[in-house]
């Protein structure tokens, strides 16, 4: 009881916004639990960790933490943390975003943020569906999955976020689940120590809308699933291929070394002003 009294009265907004806008059993607030854990973890002080969202479900997060926040516009929130950062790179900016809000919308400045490589750490919940807006198809919907907007089935494949962000450019790229809750905490405490621009895909459950809309289950049933369905890489190549069919590999899936855009920025800067 000490730990969590600590943790609420230190790092969460509890005279101004709460009871939160979540749904019961909605993964999002264990997540935002895994960050502030891991920020903690870190020793980092509030007044320099800046966190920025857009507009969704998990958007709603920096409304309720006491650290310097942005509520951003929709799809917005690299382009809004990149001008953060590059005015003070000595900040730590943590991003939290949707699937939607990331890879629809916002999924020219998701590339081009994983090609540019700022020193950016990326929270991006993936819940399978746009679930403030109503159970809309997202680009993360598997495929003949239902939702409001594909009553007969989504006939579009859908996005592979970690190999995305892989092949736009990003140095560090892991996942987790809400399910492997001391994984994921530890994994957002490597992401945010990573220099250049660092993505935790989380697989989160939307039971309002995807799962019913579905027939998977309320909260209990869904999380099941991740257990279920999740192999930590380390383990992946012990298990025979067919039992990895329909699975997911969790931890850190990519890790190397670039050179981080803010210090070439500067390189620029002093280049250009030496000649001047």
Same mark, same amino acid.
Request: glycine share 16%.
């Given at each position: 009881m000490a730990l969590l009294s600590k943790v609420t009265h230190q790092y969460l907004r509890t005279k101004k916004q709460f009871p939160n806008v979540w749904c019961a059993g909605?993964? #999002?607030? &264990?997540?935002?639990?895994?960050i502030i854990r891991a920020i903690d973890g870190l020793k980092l002080p509030q007044d320099d960790v800046v966190m920025v969202s857009g507009i969704g479900c998990s958007s709603r997060m920096p409304v309720y933490v006491d650290f310097n926040t942005l509520h951003a516009t929709h799809g917005r929130p690299l382009a809004f943390a990149t001008g953060v950062k590059l005015a003070q790179p000595?900040?730590?900016?943590? #991003?939290? &975003?949707?699937d939607g809000d990331a890879l629809a919308i916002g999924g020219n400045h998701f590339i081009h943020a994983c090609r540019r490589n700022i020193d950016l750490t990326t929270i991006l919940i993936n819940n399978s569906t746009y679930g403030m807006t109503g159970g809309q198809v997202a680009p993360t919907t598997p495929f003949m999955k239902i939702g409001t907007?594909?009553?007969?089935g989504n006939r579009e494949r859908s996005f592979d976020i970690a190999k995305l962000a892989i092949a736009a450019g990003a140095p560090f790229v892991a996942r987790g689940t809400v399910y492997h809750m001391v994984q994921l905490r530890k994994l957002v405490e490597e992401a945010i120590q990573k220099k250049g621009f660092s993505l935790v895909e989380v697989i989160s459950h939307c039971?309002?809308?995807?799962?019913?809309?579905n027939k998977e289950g309320g909260a209990i049933e869904m999380l099941k699933w991740q257990k279920e369905h999740a192999i930590?890489?380390?383990?992946?190549?012990?298990?025979p291929p067919e039992k990895l069919r329909g699975k997911f590999l969790t931890g850190v899936l990519w890790d190397i070394d670039f050179p981080e855009y803010?210090?070439?920025y500067d390189k620029v800067m002093a280049e250009a002003q030496g000649k001047m």
């Open positions: 909605c993964g #999002i607030g &264990t997540i935002m639990g895994a000595n900040l730590k900016v943590i #991003i939290i &975003t949707g907007t594909a009553p007969y039971h309002t809308l995807y799962g019913r809309l930590p890489i380390s383990a992946a190549g012990k298990v803010c210090e070439e």
